[in-house]
């Protein structure tokens, strides 16, 4: 009997575990390395994600600093000359495209994404130059973006590969310096929750 009871017990946790997490994946999300994960690209980092189409999710990598200014890529542009910041690695999918992640209320203009409320990625040439010329203080320039395929991206959190906290924008324009080992500390729950004792 008490097995029987374990068991039903069990099937219940599973079945809400899994609702819970396709209902967190519905939703912009921050995405926290876990530190198990010793991946060249993906160990340590933290992404910013939204969800695009069916089970499918976009994000940028936002603590990944290159050695590349935007002086360097675009050296005929003067108002790129002017942008001190490296340009950050969002991503290994079209790596040579620079977008620009804006902490602001509204769209920048042209196809930018909403990645989140109060963070959009420009990704139009002259919607980057325009945030260039005009406040890139106000955004973090990166090359490329992670994309996931559907059921993608539930396959590596249930193996444990990330850790999920709630949208913020703040941090995609955040010193990377830290700030990995900072939410790491801020994330960290039992990671094994279906794990009782009777």
């Known amino acids: 009997m008490r097995n029987a009871r374990l068991t039903a017990l069990f099937s219940l946790l599973l079945v809400?575990?899994?609702?819970?997490?396709?209902?967190?994946l519905s939703r912009p999300l921050v995405l926290v390395a876990a530190p198990e994960l010793k991946d060249p690209l993906y160990g340590h980092s933290v992404l910013v994600v939204t969800p695009f189409g069916r089970r499918q999710h976009i994000g940028f990598i936002v603590n990944r600093p290159t050695d590349l200014t935007l002086g360097k890529i675009f050296p005929e542009h003067a108002p790129s000359q002017k942008v001190v910041d490296p340009v950050f690695l969002g991503g290994p999918v079209d790596a040579t495209a620079i977008f620009a992640l804006v902490a602001q209320a509204e769209n920048p203009g042209g196809n930018s994404i909403e990645v989140?409320?109060?963070l959009y990625a420009a990704h139009d040439a002259a919607v980057v130059d325009k945030i260039i010329e005009g406040n890139p203080q106000g955004a973090r320039f990166?090359?490329?973006?992670?994309?996931?395929?559907?059921?993608?991206?539930?396959?590596?959190?249930d193996i444990g590969a990330w850790q999920l906290m709630d949208s913020d924008p703040r941090l995609a324009l955040r010193d990377p310096k830290g700030l990995w080992e900072e939410l790491v500390r801020k994330s960290e729950r039992p990671r094994n929750l279906l794990r009782t004792s009777y």
Not at 16 to 22: D, L, R, V
Not at 142 to 157: K, N, S
Request: proline fraction near 7%.
């Open 142 to 157: 990166v090359a490329g973006l992670v994309v996931w395929r559907p059921g993608e991206l539930e396959r590596e959190i």
């Open 116 to 118: 989140m409320p109060g």
């Open 16 to 24: 809400w575990a899994c609702a819970a997490g396709a209902a967190e």
